[in-house]
């Protein structure tokens, strides 16, 4: 049995790319109908009522391309809106941190989990209550770095001054000594270098991109969904709104170009 | 005759407070409506379409207020979209480029006027082409800061960082040896201290916001639309999305508290 209908990813914008990336890699004869809503982009401060709202339209219009799956490559979206999509949606859906925080757990030694993400998903605790409702004996340091995401938009990835800013924020997880810590924004592989250098070699690095992506193959796979064709996948992107910039945005997160297999996307 | 009809301002988010502060400031008596669309915020980095369509609709949700003329006091929306709506919308509808672009001509002596404001803004040329249009003989000097707005809405408006992003954004204004400089985005008069720093004195600061005010001011005086009472304004601030971070962004840019006057806008 296999299933040849493509997996659906969405984000807030562009930086779900980096998981899109992840799931490329991991599964390279499967269809991909990406969506980044771009045009309302970025979730990260916003209420759980309004992140609901637009991950439920985002949701729509990949079921609308027949899709099999829905990744939700956001981790706002994830965290506000995950639990309500996989109890309303018909068809399979993965959020980004469920995975994130089953590799933690495995990983950490001393017990002491890191986690930085966006104002919005710090805030919500979806991180932190998850593995204390897993295993109560770890204890959870969380840091919101909201101006992670301007400055690796703007393609300022290691400027002096981002550097500052990520002394700032790490400074504390150092303070706390953990062992592990969870990139909990899309955007931030993108200066895993920064972060690794100021949080010290010793601490593992989580990227829910990669482990979401293993997450997605091993359910495919035991359920025979997996597309059995011997060519590589296509590959759709939709946005919500469209600028060159973006464009741009969008190939640094990807490494590659997308231009023609880009289209603007009504929700 | 007099209009004791609201005046209504809209802005991309919460940062047109510093504008509708400054109009209440110039008319007090005047009923205000202020619209934050933060569901949507950022529109700094969107396209001309996604701009305009949300400016319309913000512009309608006004109308339906019962509004006598509308501010934008939006910069983004200003430069993309600000003739589409002054053509048609049936009531009178002021931006804030063209106020602060006549006051650059009137200061400037040595004829070098320098604007900053996001990507969005600065690459329409708004603020550019209409100075070059009304006088050729003068040079403009544009620079996009786009990092300006995540620090101040993170309330780091005097971080050493920030510092850092200012005096490279900056150099290139000092270099040109401009002798006023246009605050083109709605955010920047909360580091107008730090930005005259890093041009120094003798450059004179426009705020767009106070010569909005003003020119608004003129406007219903000459037309007899004041409102005559002797009483201070009503105050009514919607926003379509409501966080308590919003509230304290919004507390900060106005300088006092809103809890009680705040509704939720469905768009």
């Given at each position: 049995m296999s299933d040849s209908r493509p997996i659906g990813i969405f984000d807030?914008?562009?930086?779900g790319l980096t998981v899109a990336k992840q799931v490329m890699q991991v599964l390279p004869n499967e269809d991909l109908i990406y969506l980044g809503d771009n045009a309302r982009?970025?979730?990260?401060?916003?209420?759980k009522e309004i992140v609901t709202k637009f991950s439920f339209e985002n949701a729509e219009f990949l079921i609308k391309q027949n899709v099999k799956c829905i990744v939700i490559a956001c981790n706002t979206s994830s965290a506000l809106a995950g639990d309500e999509l996989k109890n309303k949606l018909n068809l399979p859906v993965f959020d980004v941190i469920t995975p994130a925080i089953d590799e933690s757990i495995k990983e950490t030694v001393n017990k002491k989990v890191g986690i930085i993400g966006t104002r919005g998903t710090v805030s919500s605790g979806a991180y932190g209550s998850s593995i204390k409702y897993q295993l109560s004996n770890i204890n959870v340091f969380s840091k919101a770095c909201p101006l992670f995401v301007p400055f690796i938009e703007e393609g300022e990835s290691s400027s002096p001054a981002l550097k500052m800013v990520a002394k700032n924020y790490i400074k504390e997880l150092k303070d706390a000594e953990i062992d592990t810590l969870i990139?909990?924004?899309?955007?931030y592989p993108m200066i895993r270098h920064l972060i690794e250098e100021e949080v010290g070699n010793n601490v593992q690095i989580i990227d829910p991109g990669i482990t979401v992506a293993k997450t997605l193959q091993e359910y495919l796979e035991k359920n025979n969904l997996?597309?059995?064709?011997n060519t590589s996948g296509s590959r759709k992107y939709f946005v919500t709104d469209y600028t060159e910039r973006f464009i741009k945005v969008a190939e640094m997160f990807l490494g590659h170009k997308i231009e023609h297999n880009l289209e603007k996307a009504l929700l």
């Amino acid at each position: 049995m296999s299933d040849s209908r493509p997996i659906g990813i969405f984000d807030s914008g562009l930086g779900g790319l980096t998981v899109a990336k992840q799931v490329m890699q991991v599964l390279p004869n499967e269809d991909l109908i990406y969506l980044g809503d771009n045009a309302r982009v970025p979730y990260g401060g916003r209420s759980k009522e309004i992140v609901t709202k637009f991950s439920f339209e985002n949701a729509e219009f990949l079921i609308k391309q027949n899709v099999k799956c829905i990744v939700i490559a956001c981790n706002t979206s994830s965290a506000l809106a995950g639990d309500e999509l996989k109890n309303k949606l018909n068809l399979p859906v993965f959020d980004v941190i469920t995975p994130a925080i089953d590799e933690s757990i495995k990983e950490t030694v001393n017990k002491k989990v890191g986690i930085i993400g966006t104002r919005g998903t710090v805030s919500s605790g979806a991180y932190g209550s998850s593995i204390k409702y897993q295993l109560s004996n770890i204890n959870v340091f969380s840091k919101a770095c909201p101006l992670f995401v301007p400055f690796i938009e703007e393609g300022e990835s290691s400027s002096p001054a981002l550097k500052m800013v990520a002394k700032n924020y790490i400074k504390e997880l150092k303070d706390a000594e953990i062992d592990t810590l969870i990139l909990g924004c899309t955007h931030y592989p993108m200066i895993r270098h920064l972060i690794e250098e100021e949080v010290g070699n010793n601490v593992q690095i989580i990227d829910p991109g990669i482990t979401v992506a293993k997450t997605l193959q091993e359910y495919l796979e035991k359920n025979n969904l997996l597309n059995l064709s011997n060519t590589s996948g296509s590959r759709k992107y939709f946005v919500t709104d469209y600028t060159e910039r973006f464009i741009k945005v969008a190939e640094m997160f990807l490494g590659h170009k997308i231009e023609h297999n880009l289209e603007k996307a009504l929700l």
